[in-house]
């Protein structure tokens, strides 16, 4: 047997067709699989483009992430093995950071989505050597959205009162100030652009290169400011306009002055905080000119402390001089910002001693009455951004406002608590009447803390109008008021005796002159607080501009 076979192989007669036969069905077989590997190919094309249309369905709409993407899904008709995934998260496009790591997973305030589809492609071949009727194909596509809103808060203006404007702006600014009631007008109807009045700022002030952000953190001349405010007003043709003739003679005022200021508790420029000076990005931020120019002045005094005789002609009030203390932001806040959801703007901690003298009656000839009001930092959060495509005309912002907390006192106020912003005040009992016979001691303190977020939404129109919304509580000023008188606390003494029972008389009249002038005082500080900008248990926010990008794929 072992011959017969040695002779087998050494017989090479019809090798070739045998060497034939076997070479032909490793090719049939490559050819099969090159057909599934071709079909593979073909179809993770086709689901890798669903995966991406989903993704940037998703991104467009991210409140119903998921139904858009797996409507995209069926529309384009591929098998899917699972169900499709759909995370949402952050996308930061940081070139610095690696592409994998750029999408972070985020329950708030998402910006981008991320799908994962596995899909099928059945096997033609492939079965006989795999044992598999299919192969699965997984897709993954991130998309993400870039929406930013611009908005302000605070500088409310329910009336213009040229004189105490005048009073209270150039105290702040360090100069008189003579404009009237409709040049302050003109101020509150100019519109400028936010970027052309830094790029403006930044020629006059030499500081042209460098980035946005470089420029806000400059120590900047306070003239210098005024001055890009002035040329940012100005007409297409570079002509006067009534508005930039009222900037004109506050410039000419503030020629002498050596006052500088630092603009980033003023402008957060988010996004663009590394956008080089000259560059405009593709968002209008409009600012009307006496917004910026109050919110100038009130980071511009030094001291942030003025001083003011107001001179008047109210029933019930003899005399009247205002301090005024303006505080800082919180750190790192500003009163107008460009962001997307979670951006901040926040008004500026105020306080104001008013003391008054009211007209007495009876055995009282006047009472003595010094008001201290605080009023701590409002808030306005950007909670959301609805964008419709491909119209942008229907899109709006909802910001989350909230009031400032208010302490109120009748009681003496030492300057040197009055300017420590670190501790809060906490008024004495004062002389409201102080004779060589008569002696009224009082206090009297009201405060409002309960105040919770608010949303208020912006849609286009309101935006380009510069809609100014208010939230909190109306009329509070009055309210304040009566709420003090309420809470007055008296101690009555006599040639240096107290408790010799005339509190039952003496009381009561004190009472009723400070009552009698209520509405008077309640005139007077509202006027000083509208000049401000200033709500009481109020907070004043409005819209400067919207830009909605759409979905794009990202890495």
Known sequence: MFP???????????????????????????????????????????????????????????????????????????TVDSPITVELGTYTPDPGTQSGSRFQLAGTNPNAARVTINSRTNLVFGRVLTG???????????????????????????????????????????TNITLSAMDYQSLVDARIDLFKFMNQLATTAQLTAGTYSQLLNSNLKVVDVVNALLVSTLNSQGGATNASRAL???????????GR??????IDVGPYQTLPIGQRPNMTVNVAAFDLLN??????????????????????IATASLTLGIGERPVGTSWLTVGNVGATVHTAQTRLLLNLQLLGSGSIASVNLPLYVEVAAATARLNAINCTFPDASGSTMTLGVTPAVIDAWIGSVSMANFNNYSAPV??????????????????????????????????????????????????????????????????????????LGLGG???????????????????????I???????????????????CDGAVLVQ
């Open 4 to 78: 017969a076979l040695r002779s087998f192989f050494r017989e090479t007669k019809g090798s070739v067709a045998i060497i034939a036969g076997l070479m032909t069905t490793v090719v049939i077989g490559m050819s099969a699989l090159s057909v599934d590997l071709g079909k593979i190919y073909v179809d993770k094309r086709k689901a890798q483009s669903v995966a991406d249309l989903s993704a940037l369905a998703a991104a467009s709409d991210l409140t119903r992430a998921s139904r858009a993407a797996t409507a995209t899904v069926q529309r384009n008709t591929i």
């Open 132 to 174: 598999q009727d299919y192969f699965v194909i997984r897709s993954t596509a991130t998309a993400a959205t870039s929406s930013f809103a611009s908005f302000a808060i605070g500088s409310r203006l329910v009336s213009l009162n040229g004189g105490l404007l005048n009073q209270l702006l150039g105290s702040l600014l360090g």
């Open 248 to 258: 004109s003679s506050i410039s000419q005022s503030l020629n002498a002055s050596t």
């Open 261 to 266: 200021m630092v603009l980033t508790s003023l």
């Open 295 to 316: 919110a100038t002045a009130q980071i511009a005094n030094g001291n942030r402390q003025v001083q003011l005789s107001l001179g008047l002609n109210l029933t019930g």
């Open 426 to 499: 906490a008024p004495m009992a004062v002389a409201l009447v102080d004779t060589p016979v008569l002696s009224v001691l009082g206090r009297a303190h009201v405060q409002i803390t309960n105040m919770s977020a608010t949303p208020v939404t912006f849609n286009m129109t309101e935006i380009n109008n510069q809609t100014k919304k208010t939230v909190g509580t109306t009329n509070f000023t009055q309210s304040l008021l009566s709420g003090l008188v309420n809470t007055l606390q008296l101690d009555i003494s006599v040639l240096g005796l107290l408790n």
């Open 505 to 527: 008389a003496v009381g009561p009249l004190v009472s009723g002159i400070i009552s009698g002038a209520t509405p008077s005082i309640d005139q007077l500080l509202s006027g």
């Open 529 to 547: 607080l509208q000049s401000l900008g200033i709500g009481l248990g109020q907070a004043d926010v409005w819209g400067l501009g919207l830009r």
